[in-house]
Nanobody, 115 residues
Framework: QVHLVESGGGLVQAGGSLRLSCAAS????????MGWHRQAPGNQRELVAS???????NYADSVKGRFTISRDNAKKTVYLQMNSLKPEDTADYYC?????????WGKGTLVTVSS
């Protein structure tokens, strides 16, 4: 069983920065993908960024150049550095890990960007 806990959300003004963290507990396999998704009210959950255990990354077009995902395999933690935040980035942000055909999710952390 894998348990994920996100932290770092909050209220920030447009143009500001936040850093989200997600700590995993349990058995994290060498071959796994960790990522961040977000869901705004009335919208579907969407991928923000993902990173493999080898460090390969993938970003949504809307966040490229502004967000950076990173991962510390020894600490079982994934981070999302968010810069130049926009009001449209406001959402619940969820951490996930995909391994052995199973997706595990955290409970989410709220990011609110004021204009």
């Amino acid at each position: 069983q894998v348990h994920l806990v996100e932290s770092g959300g909050g209220l920030v003004q447009a143009g500001g920065s936040l850093r989200l963290s997600c700590a995993a507990s349990g058995s994290i396999l060498r071959l796994s993908v960790m990522g961040w998704h977000r869901q705004a009210p009335g919208n579907q959950r969407e991928l923000v960024a993902s990173i493999t255990s080898g460090g390969s990354t993938n970003y949504a077009d809307s966040v490229k150049g502004r967000f950076t995902i990173s991962r510390d395999n020894a600490k079982k933690t994934v981070y999302l550095q968010m810069n130049s935040l926009k009001p449209e980035d406001t959402a619940d942000y969820y951490c996930n890990i995909y391994q052995n055909g199973i997706n595990y999710w955290g409970k989410g952390t709220l990011v609110t960007v004021s204009s």
